[in-house]
């Protein structure tokens, strides 16, 4: 929960950031533009058109991973996969099937949970390191761009004399529904220290009635009750975070877009093509209608309900044995789920995060070599506003 928090408050600061030297490079080039006549910026356009575009584009050369990442990275590809997702429910079908033949025992529950709870587990670590070599990758592309900015607006800032600061650029918080942003504050709560005091002091409690208990299946079934109910409405909680801040994220990023297609509209050159992500596959397809229903606002109603119903579930038992496993063995089902659709989120909002920076960087590019076009225009033509040495010499008092 505190690395999505943590991705979107980075996304809105580097969104803001590149929106400020965006409103200071067009400022720039507008200058640029009254500056310059003769058709200087219109033949630099001419002999950047000419050129063939820069090969040497963002790449994921630039963060070379080491076997460690590598390995993450190819098995999130294979965990995030829909085939992946239809194997896990196809074993627990399966399991549902023997379920008659085990006469529906306790210890046949146990058989599932023990599964998907080892599971769960291994994919919330596995999601963890994944999500760190995604942002190593994010960075890396960030630093390049930023790169890219600073050389555009040091050519800018030598061509127009331009001294001026970047403009303040605010981000307002999105506007959501009040169900929404409680959800916002639930995360917010958990994903910070406070969230972490509260574990840790369910732990000491569970701990401490040991001895009461005697250290019975009863005590040791407490904690995965606990860990079952919270874990299964978190779920679906950091189901909905991830794609509320891949909507911000994809916000920005459109705004981005539409102020350098005015850049570019200034100086009256074409913007490079536009690279997407392949769709087209049936797995993408799927997956992405998968992830959009998974995030809907009142799926997390219902995982909601279905939390507080294993409540009502286990005390009309009176928290047997039997009565802990109803909080413990479809909670445990739903949250490995859940978490599987995390890794297949993940992957294709990395995906499209990368081809969005990709597009930006590629756009920088091209306007850096216009600028190189434009200086070797400036050294063979006259400036606005000077007079040629020839007409000096010749012209009289």
């Known amino acids: 929960m505190r690395q999505l928090i943590n991705a979107y408050e980075e996304n809105q600061k580097a969104a803001a950031q590149m929106r400020s030297r965006l409103s200071s490079h067009k400022r720039m080039f507008e200058k640029l533009k009254s500056r310059f006549e003769g058709g200087v910026l219109a033949q630099a356009a ?3 058109n000419s050129k063939a575009p820069p090969t040497q584009g963002l790449s994921d050369s630039l963060a070379p991973l080491n076997l460690f990442g590598r390995i993450i990275l ?17 074993g627990i079908f399966l399991w549902i099937g023997f379920g008659h033949y085990c006469g529906w025992t306790n210890e046949w529950q146990l058989y599932i949970n023990s599964a998907t709870s080892a599971m769960m587990v291994f994919v919330f670590s ?3 390191c994944l999500h760190e070599c995604y942002s190593d990758y994010i960075g890396t592309y960030m630093d390049a761009i930023y790169r890219l900015d600073a050389s555009l607006e040091l050519e800018l800032r030598s061509l127009t004399d331009d001294n001026l600061d ?8 999105p506007k959501k529904n009040w169900l929404q942003v409680w959800i916002f504050y639930y995360a917010d709560v958990i994903g910070t220290l406070l969230g972490i005091v509260i574990l840790v002091t369910v732990i000491i409690v569970w701990v401490a009635v040991g001895p009461v208990l005697h250290f019975s299946n009863i005590w040791w079934l407490l904690i995965g009750t606990y860990a079952g109910l919270v874990g299964l409405f978190d ?3 950091l189901r909905n975070i991830q794609e509320q801040v891949k909507g911000e994220a994809d916000a920005q990023v459109e705004i981005i877009d539409a102020d350098d297609a005015a850049l570019f509209e200034i100086i009256g050159i074409p913007m490079p093509d536009k690279e997407t992500v392949n769709s087209s596959s049936l797995s993408y397809k799927v997956s992405s209608v998968v992830g959009r229903a998974s995030a809907h606002l009142m799926v997390v109603v219902i995982g909601f309900l279905i939390t507080i119903g294993c409540v009502v579930g286990s005390s009309v038992m009176k928290w047997s044995e039997t009565g802990q496993l109803i909080s413990n063995v479809p909670p445990s089902i739903i949250e490995t789920f859940f978490m599987l659709i995390l890794i297949t989120g993940q992957i294709y909002d990395d995906a499209a995060t990368r081809t969005n920076f990709k597009n930006i960087y590629n756009r920088r590019q091209k306007l850096l070599s216009f600028m190189k076009e434009v200086k070797d225009g400036e050294k063979s033509s006259p400036i606005s506003g000077t007079v040629p040495e020839k007409c000096l010499e010749t012209s009289g008092p």
């Open 235 to 237: 779920s679906f909680v």
């Open 166 to 173: 970047h403009p303040l650029i605010v981000i307002p918080a």
């Open 74 to 90: 190819f098995s999130s590809r294979i965990l995030g996969h829909i085939v992946s997702i239809c194997v896990y429910w196809t």
């Open 126 to 128: 596995f999601i963890a």
């Open 46 to 48: 001419e002999r950047l």
